[in-house]
């Protein structure tokens, strides 16, 4: 990332602030609890450097949860990099981003092959002309960093319609019966996703269908908020206005109690990190600075 981060045009330091802040608080979480020295460990000059450029992560890994795992920072980086999103050869940008990310996964599984790290799925969605916008699946397959990140989704990174639809199954696997925040895209909206290391396309899955109504033959229901196909619309609402109007229109009839839906997603939240001793909630989500 810090490499990458020296190639960007803008300044994309606050991505690696980001990202780092996310691995440390991965580690405190797995059961080993790694600590930022075991990550960088055999580096010491590095750990070193880090530390004196990104002070923040060091400081806030015990006690902020990130916004978003770690290989959804990486795609914001791929991304920069590709040149605007605006770009006509957009077919070669989504190409040219896979294999960018195909390429960092294939590194990082001769390190460590346990999926800890790198998504499987890539999404882009688009209106009609419209800029591209991506999303990953999350790079946490397993319990609980996954139910962490699906949380600080719903409670402070997703488009709130995106977030209200997840919510409408999170935590509790079935449909609320007090909230309903599905809701049908608009027909001119495109949402696709593709295997990165497979290069395939992938049909959506069964809840993608229940949230977002995305039409499939799959059976398989991924755990809510799981596929990129989540992140990917919710980068897509929060900059297409008219996408967005026409969505908060097909829910705002329902009588819906998002109140009580959030409380039920802090609830389990905080369950969760109890028995993380060394993590004390300080109740927010990190933010890096310059954003
Ligand atoms: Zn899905």
Redesign the pocket.
Known sequence: MEDMSNLTDGDTSFLVDEILHSIFFMGKITYLSFSPEDIFHGDEKFLDYMREMYPRPFDLYSSQIPNRSPFSCVLDMVVRLSGPQEKASSQNNLQEIQNKLRELISKLKQRDNSKMLFSTTLCVSSVSGSSKYYGVSMSTHRKPARQIMVAAGCLSYWDDCVAAAVMSYCPQKRRKSYFDGTFQLPADVRCEAFSIEGQRMMV??R??NNLFNLETTETKT?PYG??A?TESLSNLLKKEERVKQQVQRCVSERVNDRERAERDVLKQLKQILKPYSGFTWDNSYYRPLDV
């Open positions: 959506p899955c809840s993608c991924n799981n596929c196909e």
